[in-house]
C-alpha cells in the first residue's frame, strides 16, 4: 500500500464569510481619551447594511455605558443623500457640537479584489519520492472539477474615530482596516465586523 500524505487547502471554509483585523492604527495624542457622546455613521449605498452597522454598534455602546446615536436619528436624509460640498459638512459638525457630540465612528467600505485560491492538494517535500503514480493520482481532479478554481471577493473596511471637540487639526483618534472576505449573509457579516470593531476599540483603550 503506498503510504502518502497531503493537506487538502481549505482556505474557503476556514476564511471565506469572515472579518479580519488588517491594521489599527492610535493617534498618541488621544492615550487617555474615552468619548461620552457618539455618532454612528455608516457610508455604504446598502441601505441594509448601514442600517444594521449603525444599530448593533449602538446597542453596543449602550450596553457599555456610553451614549451613542445612529447617524438617521440625528442627520437629515438629505445628508446621506446629496453629495455634500467640505462647507456644508463643516457645518453640520458644528451642529453636533450643538447636540453634545464629541465624537463620531464612521465605516466605509473602500474598495475590494477579487482573489481565486488553489483549491487542491498541497504535498509534503517526501512526497515526490513516491514518483509519478502517487503525484498524478493527487492531481488528476483536476480533469473532472470545474470548481477547482473558485473567485470571490475580499472588502477593505476602514472604520475611524474622530473627535468633534478638537481645536486643531488633529481630529483622528483612531482608524482600523479590517478584510470582509466573501461576504454571503448582510445581517450576519455586518455583526461580525461590529464585534471585530468593538474588540479593537477595546484594545485601543478607548472603550
Known amino acids: 500500500m503506498v503510504k502518502y500524505g497531503y493537506i487538502i487547502f481549505l482556505f474557503l471554509c476556514v476564511s471565506c464569510h469572515t472579518a479580519k483585523t488588517t491594521h489599527s492604527y492610535k493617534n498618541e495624542q488621544y492615550q487617555n481619551y474615552h468619548p461620552n457622546k457618539i455618532l454612528i455613521l455608516g457610508v455604504t449605498p446598502s441601505l441594509e447594511a448601514k442600517t444594521i452597522y449603525e444599530r448593533e454598534l449602538k446597542k453596543a455602546l449602550n450596553k457599555r455605558n456610553i451614549e451613542a446615536f445612529e447617524a ?62 502517487n503525484y498524478y493520482f493527487l492531481n488528476q481532479d483536476i480533469y473532472y472539477n470545474r470548481d477547482y478554481f473558485i473567485k470571490y471577493n475580499v472588502y477593505h473596511l476602514e472604520v475611524s474615530l474622530y473627535n468633534l471637540t478638537s481645536k ?10 479590517y478584510d470582509i472576505v466573501d461576504p454571503q449573509k448582510i445581517s450576519e457579516t455586518v455583526k461580525k465586523c461590529v464585534r471585530k470593531i468593538l474588540k479593537s476599540l477595546e484594545k485601543e483603550e478607548l472603550i
Open 72 to 133: 438617521s436619528e440625528v442627520l437629515s436624509p438629505a445628508f446621506s443623500a446629496n453629495k455634500q460640498e467640505e462647507i456644508a459638512i463643516e457645518k453640520e459638525v458644528k451642529y453636533l457640537r450643538n447636540l453634545g457630540f464629541d465624537a463620531i465612528i464612521m465605516a466605509a467600505i473602500k474598495g475590494f479584489d477579487e482573489k481565486t485560491p488553489f483549491d487542491g492538494a498541497i504535498f509534503k517535500i517526501d512526497d515526490s519520492f513516491f514518483g509519478f503514480e
Open 168 to 177: 486643531n487639526e488633529k481630529t483622528l483618534v483612531w482608524i482600523g482596516n
